[in-house]
């Protein structure tokens, strides 16, 4: 693992390499569900991640061929001493959605209620053939709490939201493929992993300014008016015009080699 300052629970693997942060959810016994311990560094590592200059993206995936995520584990939520606590719990969707630099979640096998919301929170999804998508809460007597709601309605449109969220019947690969809760199918968990290392690696390559800039515009368009978007992009655009990466790239053009871009 690298160090990062701050102590991890060992059901959560990081590594950093060229540019590229990788957090694995390493509890596949149990569909790697989500226990206090692994909220809580998910929270840290997106922080690590959003201060490191070091990082430039970040890939979400998870051990075993089963499941990427069954949600919280549902025996660790009696341990909240009270309604309050529990509404205050460290919310590591929040902080993954957070996360200032690009993310590619690699989903491999069940999504399923928390598990679900933590991939939706990620900028780039793809799984594997045998994944399954689901918000089941609703068979259990609540609903989602890291934003399922708004987050299934913004990527597939109320109507087929309301149906999964109403029901809490899953839907499968292909049908989350055509949905659009993935833009790519993988035949075996190790092709997808050769094909998320290729994609964060060219974005890793990208002036890391214009990267998260890029990501801001993202947020707006989805989230803002359009003509308020369209004038928050053109202020992005000035920003990124005027950095050093710029300057180099549009040098790296004229003398026909490849630019070196520092985050400048």
């Known amino acids: 693992m690298a160090d990062i300052g701050v102590d991890i629970d060992p059901n959560v693997l990081f590594s950093l390499e060229d540019y590229v942060a990788t ?15 692994m909220s ?12 490191s200059s070091e990082v430039r993206v ?39 959605a957070e996360i200032n630099k690009p993310t590619i ?16 929170c990620c900028d780039i999804r793809v799984a594997t053939a045998n994944a399954l998508f689901g918000a089941p809460e609703i068979k259990l007597g609540w609903v989602g709490g890291g934003g399922m709601a708004v987050y299934l309605n913004k990527t597939i449109g109320a109507s087929r939201a309301s149906r999964m969220l109403y029901t809490g019947d899953p839907v499968d690969a292909e049908t989350g493929y055509a949905w659009g809760i993935v ?12 094909a998320v290392k290729k994609l964060a690696i060219t974005i890793s390559e990208r002036p890391p300014i214009a990267a998260q800039t890029a990501k801001l515009n993202m ?21 990124c015009f005027y950095t050093d990466d ?10 026909k080699r490849a630019p070196h871009f520092r985050g400048e």
């Open 23 to 37: 957090i694995t959810l390493n509890r596949p016994e149990k569909l790697n569900a989500v226990t206090p311990g």
């Open 40 to 51: 809580v560094s998910l929270t840290r590592l997106a922080a690590f991640c959003n201060e």
């Open 58 to 96: 970040v890939i979400l995936t998870a051990k075993g061929p089963k499941a990427f995520c069954c949600g919280s584990d549902i025996k660790e939520l009696d341990s909240y001493q009270s309604p309050w606590a529990h509404r205050m719990k460290h919310d590591h969707c929040d902080a993954v």
């Open 105 to 120: 979640c690699a989903i491999n096998g069940y999504a399923l209620g928390g598990g679900l919301e933590l991939a939706l």
């Open 183 to 194: 833009d790519e199918l993988f035949s075996s968990q190790e092709e997808m992993a050769l």
């Open 219 to 239: 947020r707006a368009a989805v989230n803002m008016p359009l003509d308020q978007a369209v004038r928050y992009e053109r202020d992005l655009r000035t920003i």
């Open 246 to 255: 710029a300057r180099e790239g549009k040098t790296a053009f004229k003398e």
